[in-house]
């Protein structure tokens, strides 16, 4: 490897082509990294996105772009469902790895993927990357120092909404950067809320307040198809799952991925104790103050994020882009991230167990930490 990391990324979708390309050529990273290959299985989709960000290299498949020889870390930007398949291929191949979230879909695949990772002396980044956040960072010392006094309950979760069928950028056109169509959100493996939105509130959440020790729920399909333009995509994967955590003596947590219908501040926890409770960015009615605070309010939450710098803070996903340059400062400098596969796998073990704790009518125990 060079001065610079060549990243590779897997997948030419609507995460990476609102956020990867963009980010990452522009002129201000090239001295840190680089794209220098893509891969999609919709080859002329990998060609364009390549044409456009002048990518040296595209591919129909992530074998491929590894056999080729031409990275040093991948980004990968696929469905949830093959994530786990191409995070083991490219360990196999020794390159470094980047995760959107979520990193897996089982509790089993994430202990396995991190045993090989660290057997191949490879290093692993997994976005949401939550307790980056200056903010989540000033919580979880609030919290610590007993700001809310003893914790009573918490609460996170997201909604589905029409999000993912209204990304007019990605989805409202007739070539193949702007026709894709969305339809794996809603199916089996990777699909629902849990995986693809309500992984936000919850790293934010056990990263503030700790792993999680037990969960049970309740868990289907409410909303069996959904329209897009014109065709109707049927809903497979459970879309309607609402939970309890247990953080242990007797302190329980509400987490919620639902179709539609959401509580505010983005999902973000909402945490209670008998001295008040934090909602967002204010405590007991109050902002919370905290590094950088002047740049979220002027650009959104992602503005005190430390790579997100200049123009960046006006481009769309710069939280994924923050994620990806944390996996570039490691490989760089050894700098390890506090976006670590570890506390990924205990999300998505809290996932697992949900579904599993559905399907049983069992409250389910959990093994790990982070």
């Known amino acids: 490897m060079g001065d610079y990391v060549r990243m590779g990324i897997v997948g030419a979708g609507s995460i990476a082509l609102r956020g990867h390309f963009p980010h990452l050529t522009l002129d201000d990273v090239r001295d840190r990294v680089r794209i220098t290959a893509v891969c999609d ?3 002329e989709r990998a060609q364009a996105a390549a044409a456009k960000y002048g990518v040296p290299a595209a591919y129909a498949t992530v074998e491929e772009l590894l056999e080729a020889g031409e990275v040093d870390a991948v980004s990968i930007c696929s469905p949830i469902g093959v994530h786990y398949e191409q995070g083991m291929l490219a360990v196999a191949h020794g390159v470094h790895v980047h995760f959107n979230k979520s990193m897996t879909t089982t509790v089993d695949e994430a202990d396995r993927l991190i045993a090989a990772a660290h057997a191949a002396g490879v290093k692993l980044v997994a976005s949401p990357g939550e307790m980056l956040r200056p903010r989540h960072q000033r919580i979880k010392q609030l919290v610590a120092e007993g700001a809310l006094g003893r914790l009573t309950w918490a609460v996170t979760g997201s909604a589905f909404g029409t999000y993912h069928e209204d990304e ?21 493996p990777g699909g629902g809320p849990l995986y693809d939105m309500t992984v936000y509130g919850l790293h934010a959440m056990t ?16 909303v069996h198809e959904r329209e897009f333009r014109g065709q109707l995509l049927p809903t497979d994967m459970d879309d309607n799952t609402l939970m309890v955590l247990d953080f242990g003596d007797s302190f329980f947590a509400f987490v919620y991925g639902v179709p539609a219908g959401s509580l505010p501040n983005l999902g973000r926890p909402l945490i209670f104790g008998t001295g008040g409770v934090i909602n967002g960015s204010v405590l007991n009615g109050q902002p919370i103050e905290y590094p950088g605070m002047e740049l979220d309010a002027a650009f959104g939450l ?9 123009v960046h803070r006006t481009m769309e996903e710069a939280h994924v882009y923050e994620d990806v340059m944390q996996l570039v400062d490691w490989i760089l400098e050894g700098r390890p991230t506090v976006a670590t596969a570890e506390h990924a796998r205990h999300v998505v073990e809290i996932f697992d167990a949900a579904y599993r704790s559905a399907a049983t009518g069992q409250a389910q125990d959990l093994r790990t930490t982070f």
């Open 207 to 222: 990263g503030i307040l700790g792993p999680a020790r037990r969960v049970t729920a309740f868990s289907g399909v409410r």
């Open 302 to 310: 992602n503005g005190s994020l430390p790579h997100v710098v200049g």
């Open 168 to 188: 007019d950028s990605v989805r409202s056109g007739n070539d193949p950067l702007t026709n894709i169509n969305p339809a794996w959100y809603f199916r089996r």
């Open 41 to 43: 299985p919709v080859l």
